[in-house]
């Protein structure tokens, strides 16, 4: 079955802690991999997003995530965490189809304490 | 540019009424997916449009729910009957699909629809 885990329900943290979120997924083949978040009163939006190549990807804000493929998981991090990291987050697993549904996990709320 | 709209963005309803939710997706955007979030929950899949035709609708939960895109854009998500466990925040993505092997585009979210059934 298709799923993804995300370890943590909700991180308290520090400002300028260092952070590292949790994600493993079960899909068959080949997948996309994401982490959307959604801020306070905001859209979903998406953080960032594995295809093929670097395992180490980098997006938005500071953040970045490595994919390894031996463990299924997909974990996210960012060296230093400010105030307005303060969101939910989540892992998102998807097919190898230009168009596909995502299976999302269920979220890690992140507070950081200013 | 105009994001993902969606309207209305609360709706209350008594139990075993009939509701629509609209989707617009962005311009030129051809897919379009409707997911479902329930409180403390990941958004949930349940179906997926390329164009007018459903490529997917494998997360509707039950024939009470039925979601169509008769000109491959505005999506309507119909839910019959409704019951209390059908709520949650409904929310519409919007993609390109470009054929791009096993890359897939990004999914644009709009800010959801808060349905509520007393």
């Known amino acids: 079955a298709q799923s993804v885990s995300q370890h943590n329900h909700h991180v308290i943290l520090s400002e300028a802690a260092s952070l590292e979120l949790g994600c493993n997924y079960s899909y068959g083949g080949t997948v996309n991999l994401f982490w959307y978040v959604q801020y306070p009163g905001q859209h979903l939006q998406l953080l960032l997003k594995?295809?093929?190549?670097?395992?180490l990807v980098k997006g938005i804000k500071g953040f970045e995530a490595e994919f390894i493929k031996s463990k299924f998981s997909f974990n996210l991090r960012k060296p230093s965490v400010q105030w307005s990291d303060t969101a939910e987050y989540f892992c998102?697993?998807?097919?190898?189809?230009?168009?596909?549904?995502?299976?999302f996990g269920s979220g890690t709320r992140l507070s950081i304490r200013p | 540019g105009a994001g993902v709209s969606q309207t209305p963005s609360n709706k209350v309803t008594e139990k075993g009424k009939y509701v629509e939710l609209r989707c617009d997706p962005i311009s030129g955007h051809t897919a379009l997916y409707w997911y479902r979030q329930s409180l403390g929950q990941g958004p949930e899949f349940l179906i997926y449009f390329q164009g007018t035709g459903a490529a997917d609708d494998s997360g509707l939960p039950n024939d009470r729910f039925f979601a169509v895109r008769p000109e491959g854009s505005v999506s309507t998500l119909k839910i019959q009957r409704t019951e209390r466990g059908d709520s949650a925040v409904y929310l519409c993505?919007?993609?390109?699909?470009?054929?791009?092997?096993?890359?897939?585009?990004?999914?644009?979210f709009g800010p959801g629809t808060r349905l509520t059934v007393l």
């Open positions: 993505a919007s993609s390109e699909r470009r054929l791009a092997g096993g890359y897939q585009d990004t999914q644009y």
């Open positions: 594995y295809f093929s190549g670097d395992p």
């Open positions: 998102a697993v998807g097919g190898y189809s230009s168009a596909s549904k995502i299976i």
